[in-house]
Structures are given as structure tokens and as C-alpha cells.
Nanobody, 115 residues
């Protein structure tokens, strides 16, 4: 299978920036799309950004212009650069990898934005 480990979360002031990383291991040759999702307290998990193997990206409307997803296939790593953070971005951020066997998830990394 595929294992995903996120890093880079933390506490940041409103207006600040963070960069999340997610490293995949295991059967990484099976990975197609990768992405970031987030879940705030009391809310459902929602997609933030996705990126295909060839680099095509999608973004949630709420993060367009502020977040950038990128991917290094040689390092089996996906990144999420987050800027202009606000309190509504506070959530646990999960890395996702899609394979023909289905989705794989990391354990998440907490992002807290203080106002």
C-alpha cells in the first residue's frame, strides 16, 4: 500500500504563511492524483487542493490565490504553500493519494491561525 506522512503544521498569526509537506512511501508507483484536505472542528472534511501526476491543479474557492499545491514526483512529495492565512483556515490538514486501489490518507497535521 501507500503510506503518507505530513509535516509543517503549527501555530501562525493571521496573515502569515506555512508550508505543508507530505511524503509518500510504499507502492508509490501506483499514485495518480495527490491532494490536501482539511477538517475543522465540527465540520466535514473538505478538499483544499489537488494535483495530478502531470501537474494539473484544482483549488477550493476559499483558498484560490492564497494557497499553492506542488509536487515532486522524484521525491514522492506533495507540498501546500499557504499564505495570507486567516482564522477560517484553522483545521487538521490531511494528505491524500489516489491509486487504482482507492484513496490513501495521512494522519493529518494541525494548522492553527490566531487572530
Amino acid at each position: 500500500q501507500v503510506q503518507l506522512v505530513e509535516s509543517g503544521g503549527g501555530l501562525v498569526q493571521a496573515g502569515g504563511s506555512l508550508r505543508l509537506s507530505c511524503v509518500a512511501s510504499g507502492r508509490t508507483w501506483r499514485i495518480n492524483n495527490m491532494g490536501w484536505y482539511r477538517q475543522a472542528p465540527g465540520k466535514q472534511r473538505e478538499p483544499v487542493a489537488t494535483i495530478s501526476y502531470t501537474g494539473s491543479t484544482t483549488y477550493a474557492d476559499s483558498v484560490k490565490g492564497r494557497f499553492t499545491i506542488s509536487r515532486d514526483n522524484a521525491k514522492n512529495t506533495v507540498y501546500l504553500q499557504m499564505t495570507s492565512l486567516n482564522a477560517e483556515d484553522t483545521a487538521v490538514y490531511y494528505c491524500n493519494a489516489e491509486t487504482i486501489l482507492g484513496p490513501h490518507w495521512g494522519r493529518g497535521t494541525q494548522v492553527t491561525v490566531s487572530s
